[in-house]
């Protein structure tokens, strides 16, 4: 089927207006997919400005695009008007430095400072107890979602060096951009090990099961609970209790203290987490995503709701 002259117009016309553009399901601030996710997470570590498309607000340009690049999916990024790819080869030029050369940062970050990091004296002794050969040094990789990996090895060129209770550390530039402020604890214990606190690390999203929200909806203080699917879907099947995440429920909630309790839920989870995602990373300290969704309440809540 041949491209709509409009549509064909209309794509033309954001790849020549914008460096970066991100053909996705939501907006960079609220992905409403995955994948769409992923590669704003990697976009973000990159480059502060690129312009997103959101394809589901409009249909024509959601399959107009499919045609145009004559790929089946979406996302898709383009980069100075050529098509780049989806999700998973956009993940494969990330790790292999290929998206950075497209962006054209490859090479070009100023040196990185090295952060101030706290190891405490029980971390230290258990680190020593952990280095067997005089080569073995201790490293400590963030991950763009705090995620933390502390692992014995041989450190890597380019590698951010800090020394702490006379314990050196070691992190890629990344990483200790991510590390400032950060402390490590050791803990003894069945359920003990290396604690890492860090200030950068944004709130995280608290996963409640059907049968818990149920619990909370019942008690004396029930939390917001917000469903972030289709008008369609909510036709279909809803818990009673939900708001739709609509525009007014969105000016309801930049109103709100911090410390508001606010559950999100969709079909099965997703789109639910991203949403909640984004609310955690705006300081919202109680922040709630429903697991399994509104199918998860039609099997262990409430069997009269509708399975779809």
């Given at each position: 089927?041949?491209l709509?002259?409009?549509?064909?117009?209309?794509?033309?016309?954001?790849?020549?207006?914008?460096?970066?553009?991100l053909?996705?399901?939501?907006?960079?601030?609220?992905p409403?997919?995955?994948f769409?996710?992923?590669?704003?997470k990697?976009?973000?570590?990159?480059?502060?400005?690129?312009?997103?498309?959101?394809?589901?607000?409009?249909?024509?340009?959601?399959?107009?695009?499919?045609?145009?690049?004559n790929?089946?999916?979406?996302?898709?990024?383009y980069?100075?008007?050529?098509?780049?790819?989806?999700?998973?080869?956009?993940?494969?030029?990330?790790?292999?430095?290929?998206?950075?050369t497209?962006?054209?940062?490859?090479?070009?970050?100023?040196?990185v400072?090295s952060?101030?990091?706290?190891?405490?004296?029980?971390?230290?002794?258990a680190?020593?107890?952990?280095?067997?050969?005089e080569?073995?040094?201790?490293r400590?990789?963030?991950?763009?979602?705090?995620?933390?990996?502390?692992?014995i090895?041989?450190?890597?060129?380019?590698?951010?060096?800090?020394?702490?209770?006379?314990?050196?550390?070691?992190?890629?530039?990344?990483?200790?951009?991510?590390?400032?402020?950060?402390t490590?604890?050791?803990?003894?214990?069945n359920?003990?090990?290396?604690?890492?606190?860090?200030?950068?690390?944004?709130?995280?999203?608290?996963?409640?099961s059907?049968?818990?929200?149920?619990?909370?909806?019942?008690?004396?203080?029930?939390?917001?609970?917000?469903?972030v699917?289709?008008?369609?879907?909510?036709?279909?099947?809803?818990?009673?209790?939900?708001?739709?995440?609509?525009?007014?429920?969105?000016?309801?909630?930049?109103?709100?203290?911090?410390?508001t309790?606010?559950?999100?839920h969709?079909?099965?989870?997703?789109?639910?987490q991203?949403?909640?995602?984004?609310?955690?990373?705006q300081?919202?300290?109680?922040?709630?995503?429903?697991?399994?969704?509104?199918?998860?309440w039609?099997?262990?809540?409430?069997?009269?709701?509708?399975?779809?």
């Amino acid at each position: 089927m041949a491209l709509n002259s409009s549509v064909h117009e209309q794509i033309t016309d954001l790849l020549q207006s914008h460096r970066v553009v991100l053909f996705m399901k939501g907006n960079r601030m609220f992905p409403q997919c995955g994948f769409s996710a992923t590669v704003v997470k990697i976009l973000n570590e990159f480059t502060p400005t690129y312009q997103t498309v959101n394809v589901l607000t409009e249909p024509a340009l959601r399959n107009g695009i499919k045609e145009y690049s004559n790929w089946p999916t979406i996302p898709q990024l383009y980069i100075d008007g050529e098509f780049l790819g989806g999700c998973d080869i956009i993940q494969e030029m990330y790790a292999n430095g290929e998206l950075a050369t497209k962006l054209g940062t490859a090479g070009s970050s100023l040196p990185v400072a090295s952060p101030t990091v706290t190891i405490t004296e029980r971390a230290a002794l258990a680190l020593q107890a952990a280095c067997t050969s005089e080569h073995d040094v201790v490293r400590l990789e963030i991950s763009p979602a705090f995620e933390y990996d502390l692992t014995i090895g041989t450190h890597q060129p380019g590698d951010v060096r800090v020394t702490s209770q006379g314990m050196a550390l070691y992190f890629d530039p990344d990483s200790a951009k991510r590390a400032q402020a950060t402390t490590i604890d050791f803990v003894e214990g069945n359920e003990g090990g290396f604690k890492i606190t860090n200030p950068q690390e944004p709130p995280r999203v608290r996963q409640l099961s059907a049968q818990d929200l149920n619990t909370m909806l019942q008690g004396p203080a029930a939390p917001l609970l917000f469903d972030v699917r289709t008008e369609k879907e909510r036709a279909t099947a809803k818990i009673n209790a939900a708001r739709p995440f609509d525009s007014d429920a969105q000016a309801l909630i930049d109103g709100l203290p911090k410390d508001t309790a606010l559950v999100f839920h969709c079909h099965h989870g997703s789109r639910s987490q991203a949403a909640a995602e984004r609310y955690a990373a705006q300081g919202f300290m109680n922040v709630y995503n429903v697991q399994g969704g509104i199918d998860a309440w039609s099997l262990t809540v409430d069997p009269s709701v509708s399975r779809y």
